[in-house]
């Protein structure tokens, strides 16, 4: 049995309960329209290794202006078992469902109510799912991060660079058109609600050099190109 829950979720800025996302076949994924980039040092060659973040433009809808919306450093889910089982609770990546973090794994418990604080300091700005399976439950949700971008250095980036210097960001993986119920750090009543847009700002890291960024507004019916230099 799979379904969705309401589960009570005090989460950075940002709380979304949403339908299940649908599994895509390795073989389509190619097709889908996504950034095409390579990055390059001031010379021409390929960056090997570079982090590729990105930090999303969002329609604001809210409800109450001027809402101060304050970053938590952990997420608590609240769940119940009507008899033991063995509960694994994990981070997925949309779009491709690549597992991002476990937060659980195969962990016995007994019966009865449970909470797991599940710390996603390592993330960086993007759209995850996690997963809680137990027995033949599966409860999914999705949620979007948002950091400041001096932040976003010490955090798993979305993507690194192969060893061409080549990365690859599907428009799905960024979300975009995505609608996200947001609340109060005090409240779980929805006040407003975001909508990923189309623009965003890449963010590029590399040891050894400047940290790169660029404003970028993309077509979503179509996969762009695009070569990005970094500096020492």
């Known amino acids: 049995m799979k379904k969705n ?11 979304l309960i949403s339908c299940s996302e649908k599994s895509v076949g390795p073989g ?9 980039g390579k990055v ?50 994990v981070i997925l990546a949309p779009f491709t469902r690549d597992t991002v973090l476990y937060m659980l794994k195969n962990e016995f418990m007994n019966a009865g109510t449970h909470s797991a ?32 971008i001096q932040d976003l250095p010490s955090t798993m980036p979305l993507v690194r660079t192969d060893n061409q210097g080549n990365f690859k960001l599907h428009y799905k993986r960024l979300g975009i058109g995505k609608v996200f119920p947001f609340t109060s750090e005090a409240s779980p009543v929805i006040i407003g609600y975001r909508i990923i847009l189309n623009r965003f700002k890449i963010f590029l890291v590399k040891e050894g050099y400047n940290n790169y960024s660029e404003d970028l507004a993309v077509d979503t019916t179509t996969s762009m190109r695009k070569t990005f230099r970094m500096i020492r």
Do not use: C, Q, W
């Open 5 to 15: 829950s309401p589960l009570v979720i005090a989460f950075f800025l940002i709380l």
């Open 28 to 36: 389509d994924i190619d097709y889908e329209p996504a950034l095409i």
């Open 40 to 89: 390059t040092d001031s010379a021409g060659n390929p960056l090997t290794g570079v982090n590729v973040h990105y930090v999303p433009e969002l329609l604001d809808s809210s409800l109450k202006k001027g809402e101060p919306y304050t970053p938590m450093p952990s997420t608590r889910i609240h769940f119940s078992l009507p008899v033991p089982a063995r509960v694994t609770l």
């Open 117 to 148: 604080d599940i710390n996603l300091d390592t993330l960086t700005n993007g759209v995850y799912i996690y997963v809680l399976k137990y027995d033949t439950t599966e409860i999914e949700s999705s949620f979007l991060i948002i950091r400041d």
